[in-house]
């Protein structure tokens, strides 16, 4: 399945005639004995499978060979030329990833790539001619020619250019050897992405965890909430059961709005803090915690909710344990009690609005839930 996916996206199976398209195949998954088989040679039968050198001539990263450069060498654990920080660890955004030119686009410009020309603009601005830094590394690369930069990065960190698929003959690291170095890195390209394709099921178990890296290097949304702990108190360093009521909060927001997804154990930055600090506050470990978590869901919405409506899952980032909570959307609203400072228990309404849980006035509440709730159904 990871396969067809990969492939559905570099040989663009749904660009055109998505309706008729999307019936035929989900067709072929509900009554095929081997759905996926079936549905990569439909895509074989429109488009060679394989990745030929000729496909990155003019490319740039809005193409989809980009996304799968990005995920190959994040599945060969790649590291950033400049700063050899793994591209795989979530470090906030200053050192988010970016691509960058390894021939600097200023230095190009002056020999004739520029937007004058459009033909070798396009070459300056092609994925052959891209590497992975983070942004303080980016930085500080400024316009080096790749002749010195590359030098230095692999005294620096030998195999680095390996992993990010990049020549290492010096010769090609020549200005005047541009084109040279671009058509060498597409044959390079071409070849290990198409032995990562081919044997995909190897490395399945790490393309999960890495679409989840990638989606908390997006931030929050609408569809998506991060919270440090269940219960520990980062800023005060000691246990505040009010923080659960926050989570509940959020599920509750979740399950009246479209759904989505709470992690617990990252921050508002997006960094990884994991569960040790909720794991020893509760004097247990990940099955100690997800007890706790579902005791208090069940309390506050229903068993019925809990096991219809949630699904609870504990994936490994940066070699910490996090909690991911996937919500469905409600087929009716949800309330949250909620005890005030004086111990009068009250009702309330939250939705999920951007990047944050709104509580909703009875105003408000009456005209959204007959709405909402109407559409559901």
């Known amino acids: 399945m990871i396969k067809w996916f990969y492939y559905s996206q570099i040989r663009q199976r749904y660009v055109s005639q998505l309706p008729q398209k999307l019936d035929k195949d989900i067709g072929i998954i509900v009554r095929s004995k081997n759905p996926f088989d079936e549905l990569l040679s439909i895509i074989k039968a429109e488009r060679k499978l394989e ?33 050899g920080i793994g591209i795989r660890q979530n470090m906030g955004q200053k050192y988010k990833l970016e691509w960058d030119h390894i021939f600097p686009y200023s230095v190009l410009k002056q020999i004739g790539y520029g937007t004058q020309n459009r033909l070798k603009y396009a070459l300056a601005q ?25 030098k230095q990065i692999k005294q620096n960190f030998p ?12 010769e090609l690291w020549k200005l005047e050897n541009f084109e040279k170095f671009l058509q060498k ?3 390079m390209l071409a070849n290990e992405l198409n032995k990562f394709l081919e044997n995909i099921t190897e490395t399945a178990e790490e393309e999960a965890e890495l679409f989840l890296d990638d989606l908390i290097k997006e931030g929050e949304s609408n569809e998506l909430e991060f919270k440090s702990s ?20 959020s599920i509750s927001a979740f399950a009246n709005s479209v759904g989505g997804t709470l992690l617990i154990g990252v921050n508002d930055e997006g960094e990884i803090l994991g569960l040790a600090r909720d794991y020893t506050s509760l004097s247990g470990d990940k099955d100690e915690f997800e007890l706790h978590l579902r005791n208090l869901i069940n309390k506050s919405f229903g068993k019925a909710f809990a096991t219809t409506n949630l699904k609870i899952d504990f994936p490994i980032l940066d070699s ?9 959307p409600g087929q009716r609203p949800l309330f949250m009690e909620v005890i005030d400072k004086n111990g009068i228990r009250t009702e309330k309404f939250y939705v999920r609005s951007g990047n944050s849980s709104q509580e909703f006035r009875p105003s408000e509440m009456t005209e959204y839930v007959n709405n909402h709730f109407k559409t559901q159904k």
Do not use: H
């Open 51 to 83: 990745i030929t050198a000729d496909e990155f001539v003019g490319v740039d990263i809005r193409n989809a060979l980009y996304s799968l450069m990005r995920w190959y060498f994040k599945s060969k654990n790649a590291v950033c030329l400049t700063t």
């Open 126 to 150: 092609e994925v052959s001619n891209r590497a992975i830094l983070t942004k303080v590394a980016n930085r500080k690369k400024s316009n080096l020619y790749p002749e010195d930069y590359l």
């Open 159 to 170: 195999d680095s250019l390996k992993l990010q698929t990049i020549p290492e003959d010096e």
């Open 185 to 187: 890195r597409r044959e």
């Open 230 to 249: 269940l219960r520990w108190s980062y800023s005060d360093d000691k246990v505040d059961k009010n923080l659960e009521q926050v989570i509940l909060k």
């Open 320 to 328: 910490k344990e996090i909690c991911m909570i996937e919500i469905k």
